[in-house]
């Protein structure tokens, strides 16, 4: 299971918008681009001018639109005729950097130690590469769980308003990154194995006679 799984949900409430937006002559790239640039500011603003722990608020703020974000240039691409090869990799590059830079002001809040959120920061990462990988192997994109990038977007927009209430976090709490990136190597792992069961099961003789 992944809050992945609401996206068409999610697309619906949105579509209408989308529309409006293609009529202005949005581009999907543009969408895709202004996320990014709005991720990275926020997140080196907040590790680097190290504001009061109010600022934090802006990080669930943020991720709420930032899947409306995706889930917009998802939309004008696909519904709209804008996909292209330089959108297929912005949509890939630009998540990995927009979540590495949001996931980063907490190394400064977090008990336990920082190399837990970098390494968190490194399997986020390589979990997406390996879903985008799945197209290069005859599957499709894969989006499988348990801490996919909505997932992830869920746990930190929840530690960003902990942190902006100024509660105290107990001491267990030094476990959480670890078990993050436990989840997010699972979810890195079962990518992998339902691309290449995904490619099996296309590839299968008994699918290559029944398509003939």
Known sequence: MSIYQLKPAFQ?????????????GVTANQVTLLACVISVALGLGLFFLAPSPQAFALVPLWMFLRMAFNAVDGMLAREHGQQTPLGAFLNELTDVVSDAALYLPFALVLPGHPFWLGLVIVLAGLSEFAG???????????????????????????????????????????????????????????????????RTAVSSPSNTKGSS
């Open 12 to 24: 619906g409430l949105l579509r209408p918008g989308v529309v409006r937006l293609h009529a202005w």
């Open 132 to 198: 985008a990988l799945g197209t290069t192997v005859g599957a499709s994109r894969r989006y499988d769980g348990p801490m996919g990038k909505s997932d992830r977007a869920f746990v930190f927009g929840a530690l960003g308003l902990v942190v902006s209430l100024g509660w105290t976090m107990p001491g267990w709490t030094a476990l959480l990154m670890p078990l993050l990136a436990a989840l997010v190597a699972l979810t890195t792992v079962r990518r992998v194995r339902s691309a290449l069961a995904e």
